[in-house]
């Protein structure tokens, strides 16, 4: 498994963009978290200090979604859910569930993919939703 650095490295060399759109500036983020009253994990940090969301090109409208589109499903100031990864026009979503010390990545259906944001980017680069090594195929490996 790739580490943050060398998933940010490779997201970098197949995303085109204008620089402006390229990362959510710090104060965005801190303001994301005013409204959370709590931080974001700091994978999560590094990874919208890079990109302001991600687009998976080759993939079916697959993404990690903009820090401005962040959808809060639960905030009880130690337990978050944040909608983070949609597939076409949110017809499927990703979730961040975490609190200050720890953090799980799940899919709609409850099922626990990760703790590890890079993990989840490898598999997006990797299958995608649909294909072998994607995400599917790694929810039906975690339910077996």
């Known amino acids: 498994?790739?580490?943050?650095?060398?998933?940010?490295?490779?997201?970098?060399?197949?995303?085109?963009?204008?620089k402006s759109d390229y990362f959510a500036n710090t104060a965005k983020i801190l303001e994301f978290e005013n409204v959370l009253k709590i931080p974001l994990p700091q994978d999560f940090k590094i990874f919208y200090q890079n990109f302001?969301?991600?687009?998976?090109?080759?993939?079916?409208?697959?993404?990690?979604?903009?820090?401005k589109e962040l959808e809060i499903t639960e905030n009880n100031n130690t337990n978050v859910e944040i909608t983070f990864a949609e597939f076409m026009i949110y017809s499927d979503i990703w979730i961040l569930k975490y609190t200050n010390s720890s953090y799980r990545i799940?899919?709609?259906s409850g099922v626990e993919l990760t703790n590890n944001l890079s993990e989840?980017?490898?598999r997006c680069m990797k299958g995608g939703v649909l294909n072998p090594g994607g995400l599917y195929e790694w929810?039906?490996?975690?339910?077996?």
Do not use: A
């Open 1 to 18: 498994m790739k580490n943050l650095e060398e998933i940010i490295s490779l997201l970098k060399t197949k995303r085109q963009v204008n």
């Open 52 to 67: 302001n969301g991600f687009d998976f090109n080759d993939e079916f409208m697959l993404r990690i979604v903009p820090i």
């Open 106 to 108: 799940s899919h709609l």
């Open 120 to 122: 989840f980017i490898e």
């Open 139 to 144: 929810e039906k490996e975690k339910t077996k």
